[in-house]
């Protein structure tokens, strides 16, 4: 019950909100935030992702390679996760669980099992079922390096659960109301953006590197 009424109040601060979404700034890195890349690039983009959300999972697994390869590997870019959990919400939450649950540096891995796996747990319409949550939940703790036993024990900590909600929480508060949401050092993408590949996000970068 208790962590149903989280819930409960994180969709009502969510239906607050809207208006706030990209028309302000945010830290680009806090405590607590995934990270991927070296802590000195120059840039960093701060993205904000719910694990059940489609256009997420297709700019991870479909553009994000690209852009990792150019930016990130390059020590151009560091990238800050953010949560944002969003319809079907308890499944996203457990998914942000899970991928927090695994060593920091396992976070990216985990979370591309949770995008790739989308067409076997979105399979049949409606609410995934439980044996597709759990098959897609034990897939991603796996390429987290977790054992059973480990999984277990994250899903039994209510600790876990109260950071997720803590962190999306903190996530409408800073005025974000969509996934994917795009900030680079702090500053929001333009709207008009509206691809995300390496191509979309070079004339906003690049002018940030050659200004070092």
Same mark, same amino acid.
């Given at each position: ?6 819930? #409960?109040?994180?969709l009502?601060?969510?239906? !607050?909100?809207?208006t706030?979404?990209l028309?302000?700034?945010?830290? $680009? ?5 995934r ?5 000195? %690039?120059?840039?960093?983009?701060t ?9 997420? %999972?297709a ?5 994000f390679?690209?852009?990792? !390869?150019?930016?990130?590997?390059? /020590?151009?870019?560091r ?28 976070y990216?891995?985990v979370?591309?099992?949770l995008y790739? /796996? ?7 319409p409606?609410?995934?079922p ?8 034990? %897939?991603? /703790?796996?390429?987290?390096? #977790?054992?059973?036993?480990?999984? =277990?024990?994250?899903?039994s =900590?209510?600790? &876990? ?9 903190q &996530?409408f !508060? *800073?005025?974000?109301d ?6 680079? =050092?702090?500053? $929001?993408v $333009?709207?008009t ?9 070079? $004339? ?5 590197? *050659? /200004?070092?």
């Amino acid at each position: 019950m208790a962590r149903l009424s989280r819930v #409960l109040l994180t969709l009502l601060i969510a239906i !607050a909100a809207p208006t706030l979404a990209l028309a302000q700034t945010v830290e $680009p890195v806090r405590p607590g935030d995934r990270t991927l890349g070296s802590a000195d %690039a120059p840039v960093t983009l701060t993205v904000y992702l719910s694990t059940t959300c489609s256009h997420c %999972a297709a700019w991870h697994t479909r553009d994000f390679p690209d852009f990792k !390869a150019r930016f990130v590997d390059t /020590g151009q870019v560091r990238i800050v996760y953010r949560d944002l959990p969003t319809p079907p919400q308890e499944i996203a939450t457990v998914g942000a669980v899970m991928a927090r649950c695994v060593p920091e540096d396992r976070y990216d891995a985990v979370l591309d099992t949770l995008y790739r /796996g989308h067409a076997q747990l979105f399979a049949q319409p409606g609410s995934p079922p439980r044996p597709a949550v759990m098959t897609w939940l034990s %897939a991603a /703790g796996q390429a987290g390096g #977790l054992t059973r036993e480990q999984m =277990n024990a994250c899903f039994s =900590n209510e600790a &876990s659960f109260t950071e997720v909600d803590e962190r999306a929480a903190q &996530s409408f !508060a *800073d005025g974000v109301d969509t996934t994917p949401s795009f900030f680079i =050092n702090g500053e $929001p993408v $333009p709207d008009t953006m509206t691809a995300r590949d390496v191509a979309a996000f070079e $004339p906003l970068i690049q002018p940030l590197l *050659d /200004g070092r």
